[in-house]
């Protein structure tokens, strides 16, 4: 059978903890969902830190240690950090993971948008924590910043330390960003992209838009890996539609809380098993995470400082 890459992005800076009560947020639970993500057939977990006290997305270093040692004694699993980090987090501060930690893979988001969080507010009464309201509420002006000068010191400093970029893309101009980071010298082919859609601020997740974003790839920048993730209700759709088109998927709590319409997932696993499932009934098995690295060109587990 063919083999796809799933990543599981276990719970990233999005949701708020009054959202799900399965969202998860000390370091040990961030874990436990990545091995659980794992066992349900993910090669690669995307992590972020939240506060363990009360939720809130943040990028303390101790943490994401101790989540990528308890991953690593468990499984051979691939860790991607992200970069993206925490709304409001200094660009040098969320690069911090990867001279840290010397991953195989990290996030490199490929442009600025107005990361907008603020219109969940319409569907939500009662909150858990203080925090939660004015965060989803700044949003509404809040520009996520990521400028040349900032993309081409993540790429330069990926480079130093053999960590593949996973490139986020959530909109079509950023492939444009892409193109020009790989004639100047600041990428390697094949990149690999993760189009991210169905962010307010960034491009709608409909069939026609994947299409239109993959072939503004392939004229723009010729053969490169590719997947999908996308927000909400369109989670797994759009992850059908990666894996017809030849695709890899994620899924996961940062980018759906639900498994279906109305049902919260428990767990990451869930939405694992779930595209698993449907991967495996189009005739396509899950990669392991040694075959997602042979995918990728990764470097190796032996070569990570966590
Ligand atoms: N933290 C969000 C603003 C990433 O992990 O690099 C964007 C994000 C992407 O989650
Ligand atoms: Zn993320």
Redesign the pocket.
Known sequence: MEKRIVTA?IT???HTPSMSPYLPVTPEEIAKEAVRAYEAGAAVA?I?MRNPENGK?EGNIDSFAEVAAYIKERTDMIICF??????GMSVEDRLKVVPTFNPELA???CGSIN?ALFHVLERMQDFKYDWEKPFLEMTEDFI?PNTFKTLKQYTETFKKYGTRPEL?VYDTGMINNIAYLINHGYLEEPVYIQF?MGILGGIPATIDNLLFLYNTAKKAIGDFHWSVCAAGKNQIPMCNMALLMGGNVRVGL?DSLYVEKGKLATSNADQVEKIVRIANELGIESATPQEARDILGLKGLEKVTY
């Open positions: 992005a990233g800076a999005i995307h972020h997305p992200t970069t993206g980090g925490a709304l996030s490199c988001n990361f996520f986020e991210v940062e």
